[in-house]
């Protein structure tokens, strides 16, 4: 297991349980994103658009983290 795929998973650990389920939605999410924009539903779309306006912010605001995220 990676690095990354160790800090992953000690930030999804943090979560509560009912949570769990969006994550890994958001993951599957991310992963049709980036191969295939024709197969992605329409209503996914502004999901994209939130997502990348929440990494920008996320990005800016980089300082307040305890640095494992990087750009």
Same mark, same amino acid.
Do not use: N
């Given at each position: 297991?990676?690095?990354? !795929?160790?800090?992953?998973?000690? !930030?999804?650990?943090?979560?509560? !349980?009912t949570r769990h389920a969006d994550v890994l939605a958001f993951i599957r999410y991310l992963k049709m994103s980036s191969t295939d924009q024709q197969k992605m539903p329409e209503e996914w779309k502004e999901i994209q658009g939130?997502? !990348?306006?929440v990494l920008k912010?996320?990005?800016t605001h980089q300082d307040q983290y305890?640095?494992?995220?990087?750009?």
């Open positions: 297991m990676t690095y990354l !795929e160790k800090i992953i998973m000690q !930030e999804i650990a943090t979560l509560p !349980e939130w997502f !990348e306006h912010s996320i990005r305890d640095g494992d995220v990087k750009s």
